[in-house]
Antibody, heavy 122, light 106 residues
């Protein structure tokens, strides 16, 4: 069965960086994009960007350009999202999700990781 | 692309028919998806491409619309449907979502 398993909760100080991992299993890792989204406490969903595990191609939301780096290691079917220069506004649950693309829907997110809480506090 | 959902919250009873609406700030054709999120859990896709039912999702969920106006309908609410619902557009990056509709028990 398809699974995305994320790394655990992290606590960081302001200005630090954090890296969250997303281990994929149960499908061909290079056939589907991995998307990263976040959800601040009590708030809605925010798309951060995506990576094509086959080519390594990336597409970041402009809001995070310059602060986010998405990578992947195909040998261990794992995607990574690193966010730098953290502030308290970055406190959120970070999700990875598999992007299923159809002609009529673009990408919808059919499998999600369990989420990783990142807390930024001095 | 801005996505606006209404209502932001809704109280309903088991067995009720419920409709949630979502409006896009520009034409997104049918590039619209609906997600359900329960407390402490990751979102789950219900409807993709505006009206296609995701595999395994009960048929009481349905979606309609195209262009800028969309609806999610639950034909007969069950207790497990009380959750927060989000619409999301996948027409253009950055993909964006509505602010959510919290469906509560009356």
């Amino acid at each position: 069965q398809v699974q995305l398993v994320q790394s655990g909760a992290e606590l960081r100080k302001p200005a630090a960086s954090v890296r969250v991992s997303c281990k994929a299993s149960g499908y061909s890792f290079t056939d589907y994009h991995i998307h990263w989204l976040r959800q601040a406490p009590g708030q809605g969903l925010q798309w951060m960007g995506r990576i094509n595990p086959n080519s390594g191609g990336i597409d970041y939301a402009q809001k995070f350009q310059g602060r986010v780096t998405m990578t992947r290691d195909t040998s261990i079917t794992t995607a990574y999202m690193e966010l730098s220069r953290l502030t308290s506004d970055d406190t959120a649950i970070y999700y990875c999700a598999r992007g299923m693309t159809t002609v009529s829907s673009g990408a919808h997110f059919d499998y999600w990781g369990q989420g990783a809480l990142v807390t930024v506090s001095s | 692309i801005q996505m606006t959902q209404s209502p932001s919250s809704l109280s309903a009873s088991v067995g009720d028919r419920v409709t949630i609406t979502c409006r896009a700030s520009e034409n997104i054709f049918t590039y619209l998806n609906w997600y359900q999120q329960k407390i402490g859990k990751a979102p789950k896709v219900l409807i993709y491409a505006a009206s296609s039912l995701q595999s395994g999702v009960p048929s009481r969920f349905s979606g309609s619309g195209s262009g800028t106006d969309f609806t999610l309908t639950i034909s007969s609410l069950q207790s497990e449907d009380f959750a927060t619902y989000y619409c999301g557009q996948s027409y253009a990056t950055p993909y964006t979502f509505g602010q959510g509709t919290k469906l509560e028990i009356k």
